[in-house]
């Protein structure tokens, strides 16, 4: 394969996965210029191993695998620094700074209080809802990308939940998406419609 077909193949697999893994590392990092920056240095790993990947069954899965490390290996140091600058009320931004983000983010209706509650969990517990629910990947996935097992992905997804259940009920929402949320147990069951 030429060299000219080759970028024309990068870049198309660019075009494809940039916007998933936008959203991911958002859902991750909570932090869109970080993600956008992270996205960018994932990509730039690709590229220079760009003839490997090309090769493998899911080029995008590789992609995401090293995102969500490059995600979580930073945590620390992206903690340490918003408490440096004393940004406890900070909310994430309600404008996209380009449109390719606004793109990404503008396909997921979500509710102020769920993103709030989203920002209280510890990253690698929103990399793990990430995955599982916005992604739509398995445990056994989750679990592969994370160089974790099952039963990690498993415990994590679970205190996640319980910790969104939790923050949610202590926010008063007048939104109905968000009461119902409130009100479905951990196996899926209206708690309301249960009872009748």
């Known amino acids: ?14 075009a494809s996965s940039a916007g998933d893994l936008l959203w991911t590392c958002y859902m991750v990092v909570w932090d869109l210029p970080e993600a956008e920056d992270l996205v960018q240095e994932c990509l730039i790993q690709i590229a220079r191993r760009w003839p490997r990947v090309r090769s493998m069954e899911h080029p995008g ?31 994430p931004a309600e404008e996209p700074h380009d449109e390719s983000a606004e793109a990404a983010l503008e396909t997921v209706e979500t509710t102020s209080g769920l993103i709030g509650a989203l920002g209280t969990l510890a990253p690698r517990q929103r990399a793990v809802l990430a995955l599982r629910y916005v992604d739509d990947l398995s445990e056994v996935q989750v ?54």
């Not at 970028?7 to 198309?12: G, P």
């Open 1 to 14: 394969m030429g060299r000219d077909q080759t970028r024309e193949e990068f870049e198309r697999f660019v």
């Open 143 to 196: 679990a592969e990308i994370l160089s974790c097992s099952v039963g990690n992905v498993k415990s994590t997804s679970s205190r996640a939940l319980e910790r969104l259940r939790e923050v949610l009920d202590l926010v008063s929402v007048g939104d109905n998406d968000l009461d119902a949320f409130r009100t479905v147990d951990s196996r899926g069951v209206n708690q309301d419609e249960e009872g009748s």
């Open 61 to 91: 899965a590789y992609a995401r695998r090293i995102l969500v490390n490059l995600a979580l290996d930073g945590a620390k140091r992206r903690r340490r620094h918003r408490s440096e600058l004393d940004l406890r009320d900070h909310l």
